[in-house]
């Protein structure tokens, strides 16, 4: 038996993750609003360090596994702030949190839940993205609502995709024997899909979204795989973002990557794509 800690278990993605990882044996912790055996906001710096105390706690002070899906989707009128404190925030400071948990465990393990927004929507508010990875919550916040929850999401998962990228190969993650990965889901049926339709301003975007196999993604599909990467045999997955969307990435994005490594420096100075 090994325990595993879920955020946003009371609905869509995280319940069908939480549903599947107990199914499997697991013991498993759910972190929500309310609905789940811990109930704390991850909007907030309280609730991010409740949650963290009453996860460790329950987990006797190990952690096997944990699955970051709490989160808020766009719409014309929530404030773009609240993407960020929940999206970002409460996800990074959340896998820091547990993190020494993680490291008590044989096999600590950690998936966060991003989005093929990230890469497949125009217009993302990369100032949100910068101030998040530099770890200025005001600054994010503040560049989020001017820029709007629309142009927000993406931006906080473009930075959740970063986030990870930069630190599972760091010596906190693969360094101390810990694996850390993304999925970036497409359009998946959940609540937070329908408030999206129901929005008259996004409502005939989210409709017009390409998706070559024809339908959204169900939650299970998603929680397969948080399986698998949580899983010995997921081992020797680290700092991957795994895009499960029937096919629209690959479909908008076709040969953007993988691209090619360049010796040459960019502007930045470091080496990297052309
Ligand atoms: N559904 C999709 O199409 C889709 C696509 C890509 C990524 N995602 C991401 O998947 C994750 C799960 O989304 P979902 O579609 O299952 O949505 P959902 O609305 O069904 O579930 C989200 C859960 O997060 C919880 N949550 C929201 N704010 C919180 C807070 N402040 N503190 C604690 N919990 C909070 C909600 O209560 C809810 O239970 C999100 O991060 C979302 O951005 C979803």
Redesign the pocket.
Known sequence: MTTVAV?????????ACAERLAAGGHDVIG????GSDVE????TTE?RAAAVRAVIERGGGVLDGLVT?????PTSTRPGSSLV???YF?TVVVLEGLRPALARSASGSAVA?????ATIQPGVALGVTQACLADEELTARRLADEAGAVAT?PAT?LAIAHYVRSRATGADWAGAGLRLNAI??????????D?GRADPELGPLLDALPIPLGR??Q?VEIAALVALLLSGEGGFFCGSVLYVDGGTDALLRTTDWPAPFVLAPRSGGRPGTA
Do not use: R
Request: charged residues 10%.
């Open positions: 955020t946003g278990a009371a609905s869509g993605i995280g319940a972190v929500d609003l309310a704390a906001d991850l909007g609730g899906c709490a989160g808020l989707g404190s929940v999206n409460g839940i991003g989005s093929n927004s999401y998962k970036a889901p497409g359009m998946v049926a959940t609540p937070l899909v408030e959204p993604g939650p």
